[in-house]
């Protein structure tokens, strides 16, 4: 078959329903904004057959949203020079995470061998990606991560101290198992009502939250329009249920891996729409995204 394109006018066919009451058929309205084209390739293996579908504005449609205004509360409550993608990046797995300890803000953990192997999957992931520039933590096992991922760029990393973990007090170094039985009460507010964990009346999420919204502002008003950052479990939850519009409540109901990556997009009034959350595939397999 010839290369070429065609247009076609769409076609909808239904099964036949006895019970029309029950079941109304859908109905369409014909648009002149409205089309599809096809483009076939010719029947050679080495040319795949590609469908591309538009839709008004000339804008491609691969099943994604075509629009997300007033879906989520502005992050900037100012308006964007233009729209932006952020792509948020868990450290790789770090020397406390091997022993199973509390981590929290020290600076004591640091990577792993195996945790700076999951960072050069994610450079080689992200290869052909294109970042305006990179934000991370200046914690020692996120800096080392964003060192790895960024290295040979021309552009400097940015360091954000909003973006270092929650703060855990006298929690912070201890095996698991030993802050469980010496502070059952703290230990267990923290793992299953993280919301309502204080210490000296101090609400660490609270704290959280509020560096998540620092954080965000901070990207967002950054010059650029795609952009990568580097940090930890705790905030990445933050980040993710700032940019959602979910509070502190919800902390525990998403979860990322070492090395996962998660992404953004932001309309021009700083609106959120989450595009992908914890992809590893590249954790398993030399994948290599393109979004």
């Given amino acids: 078959m010839s290369s070429g394109a065609i247009l076609i006018t769409p076609y909808f066919s239904f099964p036949s329903i006895s ?6 058929r859908p109905k369409f309205h014909s648009s ?27 804008t491609p449609l691969t099943g994604g949203a075509f629009d997300f205004e007033k879906a989520t509360t502005s992050l900037t409550r100012k308006a964007l020079a233009c729209p932006k993608k952020v792509t948020i990046v868990r450290h790789g797995l770090s020397s406390w995470n091997e022993e199973g300890r509390v981590q929290g803000s020290s600076n004591l953990s640091v990577l792993s061998e195996k945790g700076a192997m999951q960072a050069e999957r994610c450079k080689t992931a992200l290869s052909d990606l294109h970042f305006d520039q990179c934000f991370s933590s200046p914690i020692a096992r996120a800096k080392t991560t964003a060192e790895i991922i960024w290295q040979g760029k021309e552009e400097p990393l ?7 973990e929650a703060h855990l007090y006298f929690l912070e170094g201890m095996k698991n198992e030993d802050a469980k039985r010496i502070y059952p009460k703290e230990y267990t507010t923290w793992r299953e009502d993280p919301s309502n964990f204080c210490v000296d009346g101090v609400y660490p999420l609270q704290k959280l939250w509020g560096r998540a919204y620092e954080a965000w502002e901070e990207i967002l008003l950054t ?20 940019a959602l519009g979910l509070g502190p409540e919800r902390f525990r109901s998403v979860d990322i891996n070492n090395g996962g990556l998660c992404v953004f997009k932001f ?14 595939a590249h954790m398993y397999t030399d994948h290599i995204y393109h979004y």
């Fill in 19 to 24: 019970n029309s009451n029950k079941f109304p």
């Fill in 32 to 58: 002149s904004s409205i089309n599809y084209t096809i483009r076939c390739s010719t029947s050679s293996p080495e040319l795949p057959v590609t469908t591309t579908e538009r839709f008004r504005y000339d």
């Fill in 158 to 164: 940015v360091f954000l101290d909003s973006l270092k």
């Fill in 223 to 242: 010059p650029g329009e795609n952009f990568l950052v580097v940090t930890h479990k705790s905030i990445l939850r933050a980040l993710i249920c700032t």
């Fill in 267 to 280: 309309n021009k009034q700083g609106e959120a729409m989450l595009h992908s959350l914890n992809m590893t």
